[in-house]
Every structure is written in structure tokens, then in C-alpha cells.
């Protein structure tokens, strides 16, 4: 019996292809509905669609052209090779959950994991021994199981339950969604307002609008908000963390596995998390005692990612000026069009390559 906690969609993602193999699965979700609250802009690539397939009902937009603005206002305006699109975060995460369920995984809602009974620390024995004299605690009740999947986000009490909380820092992510008249096809990344700043369009009449900061991101926003979307309406703001990824998280401690925002499985460079915790579910699902290797691929891209915001964190506005205008001369703009976000494995080398005078900024990451 396998309990995952947390009916996100990487916990139930997890509960979906553990149950299609067979595995007896039950997840366990604090609230009373899948999908609520919300606190995403939904924004995904197409690598989505290599994952698993999305239901037309749940995208609310695609988008083919994204701007990369600088904080003195310089552009450059990428075509997509593949379209980007916009998820209804609410039917995104329910359609997964019904995906669990007819798979066979049992939905428990109103199910709040509040820790473990009985023995934690065992490590020095077998693992299964160890695990065996301790209880997953739902509701102050144990419920049996033999495995336990913490998808439970990224203030994970699974992970500080177990001792596996690590040193994580966290960030603070808010968004407005604004009636206003946008570009449906085209989304905007704004550096130099907070950490990392969008404009993501639902369509031509509202925008999703938001700031990850490390504090105070609601200044930042109203700041943003000012600069982009003078004269619209706010329908509503959210917000929430969003984990930076530690590359020395550990995974798997006895019988307990993280994974998601739980395992700070999040790309510092967009703050995406939903791909990466999506792969890294399917990584463990391919076989839970080798979940650590399964997984080290997601690891080496969350890496790159982590690499980039370093060095991204340390230029100025007149180097974001600079290599937005190196980019609009040469191929790298061709290499940035073409590659998935997601694998900068796959492109980080190629656009460095293409574009020689990119490396003093690549540098950073160790200046
Ligand atoms: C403002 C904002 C915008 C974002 N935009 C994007 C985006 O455009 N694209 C993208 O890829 N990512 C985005 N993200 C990140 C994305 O939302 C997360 O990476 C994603 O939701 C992670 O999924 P998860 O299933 O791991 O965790 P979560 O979605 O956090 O799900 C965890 C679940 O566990 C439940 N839970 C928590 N504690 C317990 C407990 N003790 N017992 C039982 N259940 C519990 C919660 O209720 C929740 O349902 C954004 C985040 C923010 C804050």
C-alpha cells in the first residue's frame, strides 16, 4: 500500500502511474476539492504534451511568440518552434486526479497528514523494518502503508516530518489577473522587476500578471502592474511559495520519498514546477527503490536551471540590455526559438556556441 500526500498534480500524477502498474494507491489531499486553491499562472511548453495529454477543456490559451524585455525596456521577440500553452490550473490538476482514480488510486479528500507515530529514526536497520514501526498519521489517525509520497508542496510536512526539510529557501510568487486588452498569442518576461516578473495572456481580454520576489512581492506587483496594465481592471490576485531547488535535497529516506514542490523539484530559472515534478513522478513510478537514479536526469536540468539564475541574478541592467541585443544580431535567437525551457541541457551549450560573446555572462555563475 502506497500513501501519497498531497492531490496536487505531481502527487496525483504519482498516484497515476504507480496505480496503472498495479500498486495499491491512496492519496490523501487536506482540502475538500482538487484544484483549489489556486496559485499558478498555468503556464506550460509543449513538453507537457510528452507527458501526458492534456484535455482541450483545461487549455485556456496557446501562445506562439514570447518577449524578453529588459529593465531599461529593450526587446527581443522569440517565435516559438513549439507553442506554449495556458492551463486552467483548477481542470489541469482535476483531470489528473480523475486520470488516478480510473486508474484505481483511491481519493481521499479532507485528509491531512499530521505525522508520524511510533519510531522515525531507524536508518541503521533494514529499510522495510524500520519503516514498519512507524505510522503515517492522517488526521491524527494512522492509515497503513508501506511506502509514503510526499507531494505535499513546498512547506512539505512529509519532508520535515522525516528529517527530510533540508535547507530550502523559499520564495514568494503573486499574481493578479487583470481584464485588459492583450496580445493573445504572445507572453512577456520582464527582468529587473523582482526575481522574475510575466505577463501571460488567457486570451485577448485578461492577463495573467506576476512577480517572484524573495520579499515583498505585492509592492513589486502594484509596481507592475502600473508599468503594464495602466487602465485594467484586477479581477483577482494569488500567491504562494515556490521553492529554489537545492541540489543537495535528498529524495528518499527509508520508506519515505518526496517529490514536486516537496522535493524543491522547481526550474529557478522560470519557477516552473509542474514539468520537472511531473518527470520526476514518472521517475520514481519506474521503480521506487531507484527512485534517487530514475530521477537524475530531472536533476541535472533543475541544476543547468539553478546555474543560469545565479548567473542571472548577478547582471546588471545594462548587461540584460547587452545581451538582449546580442541575441536579436545573431543564431542564438534561432537556438533560444527552437529548444524547450525545460532542457537547457540541450540548448545551453548550443547558444553559448552560437554566440561566443555569451560566455563572460555565463561566467558569472562562478564570479
Ligand atoms: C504565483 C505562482 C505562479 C506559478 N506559475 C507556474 C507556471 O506558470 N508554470 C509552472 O509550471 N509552475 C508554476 N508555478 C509553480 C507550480 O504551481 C508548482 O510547481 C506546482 O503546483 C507543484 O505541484 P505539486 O503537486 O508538487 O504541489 P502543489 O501544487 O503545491 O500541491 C500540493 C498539495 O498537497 C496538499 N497538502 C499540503 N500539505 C498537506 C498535508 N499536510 N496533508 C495533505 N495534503 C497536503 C495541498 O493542499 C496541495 O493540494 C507557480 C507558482 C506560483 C506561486
Not at 358 to 364: D, E, F, Q, R, V
Amino acid at each position: 500500500m502506497i500513501a501519497v500526500i498531497g492531490g496536487g498534480p505531481v502527487g496525483c500524477f504519482s498516484a497515476f502511474k504507480l496505480a496503472s502498474k498495479g500498486e495499491k494507491v491512496n492519496v490523501y489531499e487536506e482540502h475538500s476539492s482538487i484544484g483549489k486553491p489556486v496559485q499558478c499562472t498555468g503556464l506550460l511548453t509543449s513538453e507537457i504534451y510528452n507527458v501526458l495529454k492534456v484535455d482541450s477543456k483545461c487549455v485556456l490559451n496557446k501562445l506562439n511568440r514570447a518577449r524578453l524585455i529588459s529593465p531599461e525596456g529593450k526587446f527581443i521577440e522569440l517565435k516559438l518552434g513549439k507553442p506554449n500553452i495556458v492551463v486552467d490550473r483548477e481542470l489541469f490538476d482535476r483531470q489528473i486526479a480523475s486520470m488516478a482514480s480510473s486508474a484505481g488510486a483511491k481519493l481521499n479528500l479532507n485528509s491531512k497528514f499530521t505525522g508520524f507515530s511510533g519510531l522515525l529514526e531507524k536508518d541503521a536497520m533494514p529499510k522495510i523494518a524500520g519503516f514498519l514501526e512507524k505510522k503515517v498519521m492522517i488526521n491524527g489517525k494512522p492509515v497503513e502503508a508501506d511506502y509514503v509520497i510526499g507531494a505535499d508542496g513546498p512547506m512539505s510536512a512529509v519532508a520535515k516530518s522525516a528529517g527530510l526539510y533540508g535547507s530550502r529557501q523559499l520564495v514568494i510568487g503573486a499574481q493578479a489577473r487583470v481584464k485588459m486588452k492583450c496580445d493573445s498569442d504572445c507572453f512577456n518576461t520582464y527582468f529587473g522587476v523582482g526575481i522574475f516578473s510575466w505577463l501571460v495572456p488567457e486570451g485577448d481580454n485578461i492577463a495573467r500578471i506576476g512577480v517572484v520576489d524573495t520579499k515583498n512581492p505585492n509592492a513589486l506587483l502594484s509596481k507592475l502592474l502600473s508599468k503594464v496594465a495602466k487602465g485594467g481592471k484586477v479581477l483577482d490576485k494569488q500567491g504562494g511559495l515556490i521553492p529554489i531547488y537545492n541540489p543537495g535535497q535528498k529524495l528518499v529516506k527509508g520508506n519515505v520519498l518526496l517529490v514536486g514542490d516537496a522535493a524543491t523539484q522547481v526550474k529557478a530559472v522560470s519557477f516552473g514546477g509542474i514539468i520537472p515534478g511531473l518527470l520526476a513522478a514518472d521517475a520514481l513510478s519506474k521503480g521506487i527503490s531507484h527512485y534517487e537514479d530514475n530521477c537524475s536526469n530531472v536533476k541535472k536540468e533543475l541544476r543547468l536551471n539553478l546555474m543560469m539564475r545565479i548567473a542571472m541574478d548577478k547582471l546588471s541592467p545594462k548587461e540584460y540590455d547587452d545581451i538582449i541585443s546580442i541575441i536579436s544580431e545573431g543564431k542564438a535567437k534561432t537556438v533560444l526559438e527552437q529548444e524547450d525551457r525545460d532542457f537547457p541541457s540541450k540548448f545551453i551549450f548550443k547558444l553559448i556556441k552560437s554566440e561566443p560573446r555569451l560566455w563572460k555572462y555565463g561566467l558569472k555563475v562562478i564570479w
